[in-house]
């Protein structure tokens, strides 16, 4: 199984860069994904990565290191929109089924 | 529509009735999945579907919990006897390719299940 750990809550300032960290430990990793989730709405995909590196599109970017068993997701240009929970998911073994960490809430201020 | 739809998007039932949740995934979807989501936590994994298949149901917490689709589409997800610890929001997501890796997820808004 894996054990998936991420920040509860984070803050920043609109327009700033913030950058939200997710450990994983499991017996035969696939890739990982990231999600957004805003209050009461339907978790929308952002990324996924299953090479060590990292992958931008737009505003979002999203890292991995295999070997460290570790990603993050980038957000820059913060926007008051962005607030909202970020979900990492991990996919091990033969299942393609992920599986989800708390989630980290973002707050974003003015 | 053209995303994930549920019904209904809230419900409160008094302890020990029975509730039904319904899904509507994205026309042609192969990939259904239902997850359970406690407030402040990430989605729990219950069940999958491929087609009207259930390939996984490790995840449902008891039996009193069923779900079932039948004709490969509308899945409905039951649970019997409601006990005050099942009150969360129950997420169905779909995706269109079986075992494919890094295949997203669409989800549905989810129903809201409250028990008295």
Redesign the interface.
Known sequence: GQNIDQPTEMTATEGAIVQINCTYQTSGFNGLFWYQQHAGEAPTFLSYNVLDGLEEKGRFSSFLSRSKGYSYLLLKELQMKDSASYLCAVTEGGSYIPTFGRGTSLIVHP | GA??SQSPRYKVAKRGQDVALRCDPISGHVSL?W?QQAL??????LT?FQNEAQL?KSGLPSDRFFAERPEGSVSTLKIQRTQQEDSAVY?C?SSSL?????????????TRLSIL
């Open positions: 995303g994930v999945f997850y402040g936590q990430g989605p729990e994994f999958y996984d997420l997501a079986v075992g494919r890796e890094g295949q997203p997820q669409h989800f549905g808004d989810g």
